[in-house]
């Protein structure tokens, strides 16, 4: 049998990058190929020329063992490939089945569309794959674990039999990502060939058939998941070993920097999205919450930046009440925030990495001189931000849409961090870094809670939660359920916490 991909040679480049440099990829049919890598070393450009979306300026392309030469993502679906892509391109207002239908809505007499017809074919597809999902929910009511799988059924509804799924757990706790790999199982056992970009090591030793690592731009190895470690990939990826994390002691004090008192907040339902909740967060401390998305995390984050209307109880900071003060006093009084969502509310995309690096921070130095955008310190504060939060780009004058992702990520992370702030609230600050920026995004967190920054850490990474956090509580339906100490919890403890299942015993019992 033909391979399913074949590319060979792909070079494409960019103005001051080689984003693929002489790249060759083999993927045999019906196999899950992972693709491993730095952030930046290319991955993403190279699915994106396979799927039609970006042209090579070198190679050859072979899908099913015939050249190919796709000039837009139409010809690439028409050839069986489909791409989920790293950020998600769904319409919020929309439903489901009109997410899925659009741009390839079956027609019937008089011009309109067959819905019946196209409720059938979901349902057809659903059944084929194990997929199921509610054809009329409305998308932005969903949670990411199914916005996802609304991705990956609207390309199979199309007919892909290659599927190119970039980064799928990025965004998944962890029973979403058991449940996505059991599709993709599913999909493979039904003859789908699937290409997957991953940071998670295990990840990729758990449901990989092959692996191929990139670095800066080239192939540097194909192997399989039986003949390396975790270890051993992560050195083919950035070409030295990973150094050790430091854990040293606590640096927990006794100076609260961040009250929070009986915190409630509504959803749009008017059901209470943060109940009651009450915490603190000392000087020099880590708090991390855990949860499974859509526990209330986004809203309680969202309430302490100023951006949700808080309906009940106080925040304060450093003996400050500022439950009722702008956003922008927030910000001026020492908190910094890493948002959930790096594209929507991290970054203007189309603006350079140097007005992205002020955003936030702009009525502050190095970034205003009396009531003036300082240009000047703008651009110098963004090159030690690129210098020493390694963010891969050849110009600070580049937009921010023109870095790759997990580089997107690590420019906010380095912005909020740079800025020294008083209270860090980072929701999933290493969401789509590498292994080894990871670990020295990590690093810098230990370094400023060692000179007193107060972190309110929220992720769905639980290794990361557990280590780094002094302290780790769980959210559960808006309220904190469990308080637990990361040096005796494990993965598995925080997960029954996480989903109740712990509650419903202690109930029991
Ligand atoms: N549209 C663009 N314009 C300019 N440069 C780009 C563009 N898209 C990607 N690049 C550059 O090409 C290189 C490879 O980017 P790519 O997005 O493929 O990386 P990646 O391996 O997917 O990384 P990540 O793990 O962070 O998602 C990076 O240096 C990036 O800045
Ligand atoms: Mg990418």
Redesign the pocket.
């Known amino acids: 049998m033909p391979l399913a991909i074949e590319l060979s040679g792909i070079t494409?480049r960019?103005?001051?990058?080689v984003?693929?440099d002489n790249v060759n990829l083999a993927v045999e049919a019906g196999e899950i190929h992972a693709i491993c890598?730095?952030?930046?070393?290319?991955?993403?450009?190279?699915?994106?020329i396979l799927y039609g979306m970006?042209a090579a300026d070198e190679g050859v392309m072979k899908v099913n063992g015939e050249v190919v030469d796709f000039a837009s993502p139409g010809e690439a679906i028409a050839a069986g490939i489909g791409m989920v892509h790293?950020h998600f391109m769904l319409a919020s207002q929309l439903t489901v089945l009109e997410n899925v239908i659009l741009g390839a809505e079956p027609m019937k007499r008089g011009n309109r569309i067959d819905i019946a017809e196209a409720k059938e074919h979901l349902s057809e597809v659903g059944d084929a794959y194990g997929l199921t999902i509610d054809p009329d929910d409305l998308v932005e009511t969903l949670e990411v674990g199914e916005k996802q799988r609304v991705e990956i059924i609207k390309v199979l509804y199309r007919g892909a039999r290659i599927l190119i799924l970039?980064?799928p757990t990025a965004v998944l706790v962890p029973d979403e990502v058991d449940e996505l790999f059991r599709n993709m199982r599913e999909l493979k056992a039904a003859g789908t060939t699937i290409i997957f970009?991953d940071?998670k090591l295990e990840e990729v030793l758990a449901i990989a058939d092959s692996i191929t690592v990139?670095r800066q731009?080239r192939t540097v190895a194909s192997v399989k998941p039986a003949d390396v470690t975790t270890g051993d990939l992560a050195e083919l990826m950035v070409g030295s070993e990973l150094p050790t994390p430091d854990t040293t002691g606590s640096t927990v004090t006794d100076e609260i920097a961040l009250t929070i008192n009986g915190l409630t907040v509504l959803d749009e339902d008017k059901r209470a999205a943060v109940d009651d909740v009450s915490l603190q967060v000392h000087r020099g401390e880590i708090v991390g919450v855990a949860g499974v998305e859509g526990n209330g995390q986004s809203e309680l984050v969202a309430a302490i930046m100023g951006i949700e209307e808080v309906v009940g109880g106080t925040i304060s900071l450093l003996g400050n009440d500022i439950t009722n003060v702008s956003v922008r006093t927030r910000r001026e009084s020492g908190i910094g925030y890493v948002p959930q969502d790096r594209q929507s509310e991290g970054l203007l995309l189309e603006a350079p990495l140097w007005e992205n690096a002020a955003l936030g921070h702009q009525t502050k130095e190095p970034f205003s001189s009396g009531p003036w955008f300082n240009r000047a310190g703008a651009r110098q504060r963004t090159e030690e931000i690129r210098d020493q939060f390694d963010v891969?780009?050849?110009d600070i004058d580049?937009?921010a849409?023109?870095?790759?992702?997990?580089?997107?990520?690590k420019l906010i992370v380095g912005r909020e961090m740079s800025a020294s702030p008083e209270v860090l609230i980072a929701a999933h600050p290493t969401r789509?870094?590498?292994v080894g920026a990871q670990a020295a995004v990590w690093e810098e967190i230990r370094t400023a809670r060692g000179t007193g920054m107060a972190t309110l850490l929220v992720s769905a990474d639980l290794d990361e939660l557990i280590g780094l956090s002094d302290t780790i509580v769980v959210m559960y339906k808006g309220r904190l359920v469990a308080e637990l100490d990361p040096a005796t919890t494990t993965p598995r403890e925080l997960g029954s916490y996480m989903t109740g299942a712990a509650l419903d015993e202690e109930v029991g019992s």
């Open positions: 494409k960019f103005p001051g990058v984003a693929n890598g730095e952030n930046g070393a290319g991955k993403s450009t190279l699915m994106k970006q790293q970039d980064e970009i940071h990139l731009g891969r780009t050849p580049a937009s849409h023109a870095l790759s992702g997990g580089n997107q990520q789509g870094i590498d």
